[in-house]
């Protein structure tokens, strides 16, 4: 008994010692967060903003909110995590343990902080990388555990931030096919708001993982303190932003916990997808700046290299080509300019050959009657033109009408007592199952060894999860949706692996999968079906808060007639340029024309694609929208102007341009004309100082419907 009691004495003074006072800085060039741990061996986040430079003011911070905050505990609101215990008990009480920060390459540090529960062996690995240059920091947490049998993770957040400020705005996407990356603004009062998604492989039909959230007032491009955070995670997510009875908010951010519970076995790791957030106390156009540098550096796949132009034959025949009707558009893409033809949906499928989404789906062979030749006729084909061959599969689905499906029910996500029904006639395979993970990686690898000259695969996912049973989990149904997003980056991964310089879009149904952990295996992402050039205003827009212009596909279609050829174009090369038209649908001059800009797309390449974005006039403000791309000396900058329904007799003033080198002079130049349009900019052909530009700037607006401008401006 007297032993018990000493050695209880000793157990608390060593308490004492390990839980004692530590100031935990997670810092990048201009972003703080600075955490705490207290003496009571909890975690706290003090503080979370601009930089803060004297390392002696950080131990008067007040102490702030407990930093991960679990359930059971002494917290009436929200938590990040909460697990059952082997005894039932739902209660967890994380205290630090220990921390480390460790430099992982030039200016990108992690901070890893160990939490643990001192009733249950169950511990959280808290990790902060911070990228010092582009002010990312991405966090995650890592929960593991000594139980006997597996714990249950009912909620398994990969961030918690607090603030505690005067007000809070949330900039919220909302959309659906056609319509994606609406952006509407939303002051949050006392309550939860919450975003997320149900929808398991299109998961972001109705809303991406990204937000932008605003403190004390609304921001505006160059002014006011933002946070913008987005979700690495192909599958439901969620964003929880309550406000609490003390008008403070936290911000929870992770896989939606939804029919989610997760059996975490003894000794096993679950990682929680990554969370990636920047600040900027002058506005959200430095927020953007933030996430394009990061990602092209460090995120997306082949980030800092190049892209491919390219003419697509989806809208120009759907499911109605044969050979030689490709061949003869791959003649097309020559004639354009691009680097490659892509050939889009409904190339394959025999004994239910792909004559429309009815059926086929999963029957990668190609259609006898339609390819006789198979597809080493158009790689050879394309060769000989010189230009690439890229290819559309959608490996994840199954229509019911395929040898697939009759083959393989076992694959398909299904109920097994009740009747099915589909979202685009077609079913999800089962990617928890690795059998269904080798035949997914095996679409890929078939059609490159079959045909090693196909240079880039266009990914699509057209539905949801339906009829949510998985065959192969049985009785951890609860996993599927996690355990699908694992086999999906397992494939990818393989892919990655094996094909390291194969470029690939990923698509669903337009952007219905769009986050930054998919794109560590995707080069662009298709932006939307719709291609009419003012939705596309507002959804490129939307999306280039967080996306860099190379990764986002914008095609040149026949959607809206009313804008001509020029305002399409115009349009779509603000992003990563492609085609989807007949040539011969197009006047000599629409032709001479896109050519040209097709031309000038490559030779505008380093600034569209590697320079600086600035929103200069928003689509949502008005009839006018306007951007800017500067490439990093400095040196050239490209305007975007655009007119679409501008009011009689309106007054056009001047805007401003930004980012440009006050000191240097700079020639404006109006390019991608029409032949023989000539300027109608005031002062085109002049000299201006940066300074002028950005003090007094051009009349870039008119008051013409549906008229566009491309001004390019160079140092003298
Ligand atoms: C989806 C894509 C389109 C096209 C079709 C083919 O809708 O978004 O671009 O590839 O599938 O069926």
New binding site residues.
């Given amino acids: 008994m007297r032993l018990k009691a000493i050695l209880s004495v000793c157990l608390l003074a060593l308490s004492t010692v390990l839980y004692a006072d530590e100031l935990i800085q997670i810092r990048t060039d201009r972003i703080g967060l600075v955490l705490r741990a207290e003496k009571d061996g909890r975690l706290y986040q003090s503080y979370i903003g601009k930089r803060l430079n004297n390392d002696s003011d950080l131990q008067n911070l007040p102490k702030g909110t407990e930093a991960y905050l679990t359930h059971g505990m002494e917290d009436y609101l929200e938590p990040a995590l909460e697990v059952r215990h082997n005894d039932a008990n739902a209660s967890l009480l994380l205290k630090y343990v220990s921390h480390t920060i460790q430099n992982i390459e030039p200016d990108v540090d992690e901070t890893v902080i160990t939490l643990r529960d001192d009733q249950y062996p169950v511990t959280v690995k808290l990790h902060y990388v911070t990228y010092a240059k582009e002010n990312i920091i991405k966090t995650f947490s890592e929960i593991s555990h000594e139980e006997k049998k597996p714990i249950k993770l009912e909620r398994y957040a990969s961030a918690m931030l607090h603030f505690s400020n005067s007000a809070y705005y949330l900039t919220e996407y909302s959309g659906d096919?056609i319509y994606e990356a609406t952006m509407s603004s939303t002051p949050l009062n006392f309550g939860k708001k919450v975003l997320d998604s149900k929808l398991g492989t299109r998961a972001n039909m109705f809303t991406p993982p990204m937000f932008i959230f605003l403190l004390d007032k609304e921001a505006s491009e160059n002014e006011g303190e933002v946070i913008l955070g987005t979700l690495g995670w192909t599958g439901n997510f969620r964003f929880t932003f309550e406000v609490d009875n003390k008008k403070d908010l936290r911000v929870i951010a992770g896989i939606n916990p939804y029919y989610s519970e997760y059996a975490l076995p003894k000794g096993e790791v679950f990682r929680t997808p990554d969370f990636y957030f920047t600040y900027s106390d002058c506005g959200e156009g430095q927020a953007s700046r933030n996430f394009h540098d990061w990602a092209r550096k460090y995120q997306l796949k082949d980030g800092e290299k190049d892209r491919l132009t390219l003419l697509?034959n989806?809208e120009s025949t759907y499911f109605d080509f044969d050979e030689n009707k490709l061949v003869d558009l791959m003649g097309d893409a020559v004639k354009l300019g691009v680097d490659m033809f892509l050939l889009?949906?409904?190339w394959f499928g025999n004994k239910h050959p792909r004559h429309s989404?009815t059926q086929g789906l999963g029957d990668w062979e190609e259609t006898h009657d339609k390819l006789p030749n198979g597809i080493q006729r158009l790689v050879d084909e394309a060769a000989k033109k010189n230009i690439k061959f890229g290819i559309?599969i959608?490996p994840e689905m199954v229509n019911p009408k395929s040898e697939l499906y009759e083959k393989h029910k076992d694959w398909v996500i299904h109920l097994p007592n009740r009747e099915e029904y589909y979202f685009?006639n077609q079913m999800v395979l089962d990617l928890s199952n690795p059998e269904v993970q080798d035949f997914v990686f095996g679409v890929v690898d078939g059609l490159m060894t079959k045909y090693p000259g196909i240079a880039y695969f266009?990914w699509?996912c057209?539905s949801p999860i339906t009829n949510i049973y998985s065959p192969y989990l049985k009785d951890k149904q609860t996993h599927l949706y996690v355990d699908y997003v694992r086999g999906l980056y397992n494939v990818l991964e393989r892919i990655k692996a094996k094909y390291p310089d194969l470029p690939m879009m990923l698509?669903?149904?337009?952007s219905g999968r769009i986050d930054y952990e998919a794109l560590k295996y995707f080069t662009e992402f298709?932006a939307s079906?719709d291609t009419d050039p003012v939705q596309r205003l507002f959804i490129q827009y939307g999306y280039s808060f967080f996306y860099p212009a190379k990764s986002m596909s914008a095609h040149v279609t026949t959607w809206n007639k009313d804008a001509s050829i020029k305002f399409r174009t115009d349009v779509a090369m603000r992003g990563k340029l492609g085609f989807d038209i007949k040539l011969s649908d197009l006047s000599g001059d629409d032709l001479t024309y896109c050519q040209n800009a097709v031309k000038n797309y490559k030779r505008l390449r380093p600034a569209i694609m590697e320079g600086d974005l600035y929103r200069l006039v928003s689509p949502y403000s008005g009839p006018h929208a306007a951007n800017q791309f500067v490439t990093k000396d400095k040196n050239k900058a490209l305007v975007f102007a655009f007119d679409v329904y501008p009011a009689y007799g309106e007054k056009c003033l001047p805007v401003r341009l930004e980012g440009l080198d006050a000191e240097k002079q700079y020639r404006v130049e109006e390019i991608n004309m029409m032949p023989g349009q000539s300027s109608s900019l005031e002062g085109n052909g002049m000299v201006y100082s940066g300074d002028y530009l950005m003090k007094v700037g051009l009349t870039l607006f008119t008051g013409n419907k549906l008229h566009s401008r491309i001004i390019e401006i160079q140092t003298e």
């Avoid at 698509?507 to 337009?510: E, L, R």
Wanted: proline fraction near 0%; charged fraction near 40%.
């Fill in positions: 096919w697509n989806w889009d949906d409904g989404d559309w959608e685009r266009k699509d057209n698509c669903s149904g337009g298709w079906d």
